[in-house]
């Protein structure tokens, strides 16, 4: 199983990034996908999943501004981020669980993808 996570880097306060989440060695349709983050200091937080019916769930902080979807036929998973801000630094991960539901709990994942740094800073 693999996770490739990608799309980061440095964006101004107010500006955009997509994350893609790509997937291999797993049969991805069948499973829930979360992304997360870990700011420096800061223990790692769940910010938007998306079940393997395409539900979804985002942690308050991110509500309105960040938008999760999938693409099963290129098994990959998308973080669009808007508006974001100073406080969304942090290294974004992606993670995979043969589940159907999903969740913001780490310990939900089995599988975790290496992470892909954000920096908001002007």
């Known amino acids: 199983v693999q996770l490739q996570a990608s799309g980061g880097g440095l964006v101004q306060p107010g500006g955009s990034l997509v994350l893609s989440c790509a997937a291999s060695?797993?049969?991805?349709?069948?499973?829930?996908i979360g992304w997360f983050r870990q700011a420096p200091g800061k223990e790692r937080e769940g910010i938007s999943c998306?079940?393997?019916?395409?539900?979804?769930e985002y942690v308050d902080s991110v509500k309105g501004r960040f938008a999760i979807s999938r693409d099963i036929a290129k098994q990959s998973v998308y973080l669009q981020m808007n508006s974001l801000k100073p406080e969304d630094t942090a290294v974004y991960y992606c993670?995979?669980?043969?589940?159907?539901?999903?969740?913001?709990?780490?310990?939900?994942?089995?599988?975790w993808g290496q992470g892909t740094l954000v920096t908001v800073s002007s």
């Open positions: 993670a995979a669980q043969r589940f159907s539901r999903c969740s913001l709990l780490p310990e939900w994942y089995r599988f």
């Open positions: 998306i079940s393997s019916y395409g539900d979804n």
């Open positions: 060695g797993f049969t991805f349709d069948g499973s829930a």
